[in-house]
């Protein structure tokens, strides 16, 4: 539900402060509201460009002291923005539980974490998600729906994937366990664990060579697991496209149709601008006489 229309998270006055303020962080449409959320993208930007300088050794090591104040101030910045978002809703839980909530509440979180953790700070850098409101400020929402079909086709495959890992799941714990026995220990397969490792990199096509079969045996079965990844790589892909290939049909299937149904026999899925019941005449419901 978007912000604005959510009864919960409507300016907590109509009128006031308040209510300025609250157009100014919440909404995307005035100038003030335009230039306050640009604003905020290029400072949180800035905040993780300071963060990626300080993980650099040689960085950290000659501006420690500094890059720590800096990100203090803006930790700060950032948690008196937090603070006014709270303030200036009706129902301040319903955003601090919100997904923008919580990203907000996430990148201010490291800092203060990071008195009682040292090295939290580092988990700053999960600061840069707050760029996802670029989306809301340049309208593209619309991308996001698009992103919703793509999430869907995933959603609808979901068992299908879920076959397909169980069997390549099935195929690692066989291949793991036969290496096992086949090179053991003395070659660097130490336990099962370890040889499903390898069994995982090998059907992946992968290939890190941490760990090589020695035997003759092994390198035949090795090679029969590459050619099995080489098979098998592919499925998911497949699953996956074909359900998105079927969203995509039904998306255009209902752009075509409408869902008006004929009084006389009933039928549906008539094009928008038909008159009359491509079946037996009758004039459809909406058209005039």
Known sequence: MPLLLDPQLNPASESGWRRR???????????????FDLALIAVILTSVIVIMLDSV???HAKHAALLYLIEWGFTLLFTAEYGLRLLVVRRWW???FSLWGLIDLLSILPTYLSLFLPGSQSLLAVRILRMLRLFRILKMTQYVEEGGVLMGALWRSRRKIFVFV???????????????????????FASIPTSMYWAVVTMATVGFGDIAPQTTLGRFITSLLILIGYSIIAVPTGIYTAELASSLREASDAQRFDRRGCPECG???HDPAAHFCRHCGQRLPGVMG
């Open 166 to 188: 169980c069997a390549v799941l099935t195929i690692t714990v066989i291949f793991g366990a036969v290496m096992y026995v086949v090179e053991g220990p003395e070659h660097g």
């Open 21 to 35: 303020w609250f157009d100014v962080v919440f909404r995307h449409d005035t100038w003030r509201a335009r230039n």
């Open 57 to 59: 050794a040689r960085i």
């Open 267 to 269: 039928l549906e899925g």
């Open 94 to 96: 319903r955003y601090a």
